[in-house]
Nanobody, 125 residues
Framework: QVQLVESGGGLVQTGGSLNVSCTTVGDYVTSYTMAWFCQAPGKEREFVAVSTWPGGSTGYADSMNDRFTISRDNDKNTVYLRMNFLSPEDTAVYYC??????????????????WGQGTQVTVSS
């Protein structure tokens, strides 16, 4: 059973940047569509970004306003999320998730059965 191990996150001031990463353990990252979701206190988990394979296409939530970038390093079995121009509204736990490469509903958290442990991102004002 593949596991997703996240790292990164932390505390940053408004306008700052952070990177989070997610490594697949037990399988190749190329076997999956990989996505990032976030969950703020009292809110539902919501889609942030997705990276598909093969092809390497990406998709983002409209609310990200081009501030976030998802990328892959297949040699390292790792997916990254670069977050720029962060605001307090971005404060949340960020989760990476994996689903079948053939899944078409890639923005729905219910379609992902494999999840990382989550990493906290806190943006101070």
């Amino acid at each position: 059973q593949v596991q997703l191990v996240e790292s990164g996150g932390g505390l940053v001031q408004t306008g700052g940047s952070l990177n989070v990463s997610c490594t697949t353990v037990g399988d190749y990252v190329t076997s999956y569509t990989m996505a990032w979701f976030c969950q703020a206190p009292g809110k539902e988990r919501e889609f942030v970004a997705v990276s598909t394979w093969p092809g390497g296409s990406t998709g983002y939530a409209d609310s990200m306003n081009d501030r976030f970038t998802i990328s892959r390093d297949n040699d390292k079995n790792t997916v990254y999320l670069r977050m720029n121009f962060l605001s307090p509204e971005d404060t949340a736990v960020y989760y990476c998730a994996a689903t079948s490469r053939w899944e078409t509903s890639r923005r729905s958290p219910s379609k992902y059965k494999i999840w990382g442990q989550g990493t906290q991102v806190t943006v101070s004002s």
